[in-house]
């Protein structure tokens, strides 16, 4: 977070690709929220959306969808 955190005070909007490749985020669906209130931009693989890549990955990707939190 604190390494986002520089770079978004350097003006520049960073991208989180793959987040459903980050166990932590999946274990603390918290910390993508707290990414996304920093203005970190959300990316994620459309195979996640449909399943591809496990259920688990599937329900955290999907919630996030929900609440509008995925940019890409």
């Known amino acids: 977070k604190n390494a986002l955190y520089e770079i978004l005070t350097e003006g520049y909007y960073p991208i989180l690709a793959h987040i459903e490749r980050c166990e ?28 591809e890549n496990g259920r688990t990955q599937k329900k955290f990707i999907n919630n996030l969808l929900k609440q509008q939190r995925i940019h890409f």
């Open 24 to 51: 932590c985020l999946v274990r603390e669906p918290g910390l993508a929220e707290e990414l996304y209130q920093m203005g970190v931009l959300l990316q994620v693989n459309s195979s996640t959306i449909l399943g």
